[in-house]
């Protein structure tokens, strides 16, 4: 399988995920058990985690103590649109790529972590097809910035038979 043009996210549209445990969030504990594939931003590739539905997005990297180098998370967004993200409750400072039209848009460079109450808030004005954060440094080490192309290894049959993706009843295949 080759890289697919960020686009092909298109074809996920329909899918819901459905979890049996209790929140991640509520429990202070890092989310596990998230698909994965690969992300290639300027000719680097890069291996993430996905993070299908609203609570996985809200969870992210949340309680983390570390991201290894070549690693990150993926928050694909079907339709594109305004994002924001913050880093309450995030231990490990990142790097946040943007991503639209298939290239990166803009590179938040080593976001620290917040611990209190009022957290700053990175987002851009466009609406963006997904957001990849990755290990605080790696944008600059890797030289990456906006114009970038960005390409996702994707196994759709794969993704979707991940046990933490299932079809909600009544909403599509």
């Not at 890289?3 to 509520?26: K, Y």
């Not at 000719?43 to 180098?69: C, D, F, N, S, W």
């Not at 440094?137 to 970038?148: I, S, Y």
Request: contains cysteine; aromatic residues 6%; proline residues 9%.
């Amino acid at each position: 399988m080759g890289f697919l043009v960020v686009g092909l996210w298109v074809l996920l549209f329909g899918v819901a995920v459905t979890q049996a445990e209790e929140p991640a969030m509520a429990l202070g504990k890092p989310q596990t058990g998230l698909p994965e594939t690969q992300v290639a931003v300027g000719g680097k590739t890069y291996h993430v985690e996905v993070a299908i539905t609203p609570q996985q997005e809200q969870i992210g990297l949340m309680y983390r103590t570390r991201l290894p180098k070549g690693h990150g998370m993926l928050f694909p967004f079907i339709p594109p649109r305004r994002v924001s993200f913050w880093m309450k409750n995030t231990k490990i400072s990142l790097d946040m790529l943007f991503v639209g039209h298939g290239h990166l848009l803009h590179v938040f460079e080593d976001v620290s972590p917040c611990e209190g109450e009022s957290c700053t808030v990175y987002g851009i004005e466009e609406p963006v097809e997904m957001v990849l954060e990755l290990p605080a440094g790696t944008a600059h080490r890797e030289h990456l910035q906006a114009g970038d192309p960005v390409l996702v290894k994707l196994s759709l049959e794969k993704l979707l038979q991940h046990p933490s993706a299932q079809p909600v009843p009544g909403k599509g295949k």
